[in-house]
């Protein structure tokens, strides 16, 4: 009772199941059936002692006389006799194998004593409303929830175990578990954490020549290019490629279409539903100070759900890419959580957003150049490549790999 799901009685409802509707009552109504139970229970218990006992005491009274014993001692150890086999067997067949197999069977099992169960209920019900209700009295002195009261829900966490629990089994694949998990995080990540940052934004500007632009445009693979006014500070909108490419002799101010601008610190979640309101495929992101912070695109937003999307022409390496047993190469432009996760490292996440981020803030010497490197938690963070001065690429090792090496 207690273990089955009400959705899942309700499922057999939709699905026609007689037995469901009887199951339904023992569901949304615990504390009464409970107790029923209880009642049964302790029915059976007492019949058991009133008829067994005497029976078994009969059958082995002629066996412990036969040994030479007196009446009173033969009737003593009849009785402890008959005590303990009545015991075990209500123990036995009364308690622990009916209840290991409602544990493992409990959705066949309630559905084959629902009717029963609710025909008993009805026939006690005087007597369990008078038991449940010195209950629920007793219930409030300790000041705790009835069982009907007790959420169902569960949290967050508790489904994350579930699904690793029934990951382990084989019940669910390691696809359907990342999905789950990553549409638990989805809710929690801001769009600064998943963007395309400034410095990387590709955009066309009204004062390059036509020529120019579209030498960008096809350079950068794109089929959406934010257009701004001289710098990425002043975005006017953004313009398809197709309709670049349709037009013989553009000109921007027709092409140009609205573009959605949003605060860094908008949640991906809500973003998402922006975007489909406005029916478009990408954002621009302003930051505190009114200036722009940089883009993110709709493929952005489904790959925190789905992973990496890649198309024909993709050329980017993968943002963890393992070189050896323990040893990795890191995109600078990964979340630092995302990193701690996979990689079990503990870095600091209060001032910086991405590896590269946090990096440069602990080098000691700046503009970051490639081969630079510090210890932390282990590891070995190297300066794999730079860009500009960005720190585009990171080298991981574990230390005591490196100490193995060393010693070999």
């Given at each position: 009772m207690v273990k089955v799901r009400s959705g899942r009685i309700e499922s057999l409802i939709e699905e026609g199941s007689k037995r469901a509707l009887a199951a339904r009552n023992i569901v949304h109504n615990l504390d009464g059936f409970l107790s029923a139970c209880q009642l049964g229970v302790t029915l059976a218990s007492l019949a058991l002692g009133w008829l067994g006992e005497p029976a078994v005491a009969t059958i082995v009274g002629p066996l412990v006389r036969g040994l030479g014993f007196d009446d009173t001692t033969v009737f003593v150890i009849s009785l402890i006799i008959a005590f303990m086999f009545i015991t075990v067997l209500h123990i036995v067949l009364g308690e622990l194998a009916p209840k290991t197999i409602a544990v493992n069977k409990a959705e066949a099992v309630l559905l084959l004593t629902a009717g029963p169960m609710n025909v008993f209920y009805r026939i006690m019900f005087p007597f369990i409303w008078v038991v449940n209700g010195l209950a629920r009295g007793l219930l409030r002195i300790f000041r705790l929830t009835p069982a009907s009261e007790l959420a169902t829900a569960h949290t967050e966490e508790e489904i994350r175990i579930l699904m690793q629990e029934s990951n382990k089994s084989g019940l669910i694949d390691n696809t359907e578990m990342t999905l789950v998990d990553n549409i638990f995080g989805?809710?929690?990540?801001?769009?600064?954490?998943?963007?395309?940052?400034?410095?990387e934004m590709i955009c066309?500007?009204?004062?390059?020549?036509?020529?120019?632009?579209?030498?960008?445009?096809?350079?950068?693979?794109?089929?959406?290019?934010?257009?701004?006014?001289?710098?990425?500070?002043?975005?006017?909108?953004?313009?398809?490629?197709?309709?670049?490419?349709?037009?013989?002799?553009?000109s921007y101010n027709e092409l140009?279409?609205?573009?959605?601008?949003?605060p860094e610190s908008i949640q991906i979640s809500s973003l998402l539903k922006v975007m489909q309101r406005a029916k478009t495929q990408i954002a621009i992101l302003i930051d505190e100070y009114g200036g722009t912070s940089g883009m993110v695109t709709l493929e952005d937003i489904m790959e925190e759900i789905v992973g990496e999307i890649q198309d024909e022409f993709d050329e980017e390496r993968p943002g963890i890419e393992q070189l050896g047993e323990d040893e990795f190469s890191v995109d600078g432009l990964m979340l630092i959580e995302e990193i701690n996760d996979k990689l079990g490292i503990h870095m600091e996440t209060d001032d910086y957003d991405t590896i590269g981020g946090w990096l440069y803030s602990k080098l000691e010497v700046n503009p970051p150049q490639k081969g630079q490197s510090i210890e932390f938690d282990n590891h070995l963070f190297v300066v794999e490549e730079t860009d500009n001065k960005r720190i585009s690429r990171i080298k991981l090792l574990k230390l005591q790999l490196l100490t193995e090496e060393a010693g070999a």
């Open positions: 989805f809710a929690d990540t801001m769009a600064r954490e998943i963007m395309i940052p400034r410095t066309l500007n009204t004062h390059l020549e036509t020529e120019e632009n579209l030498e960008i445009a096809f350079d950068g693979m794109r089929t959406r290019y934010p257009v701004c006014d001289g710098d990425k500070d002043h975005i006017l909108g953004f313009i398809h490629i197709k309709d670049m490419i349709r037009e013989k002799a553009p140009i279409r609205p573009i959605l601008t949003v």
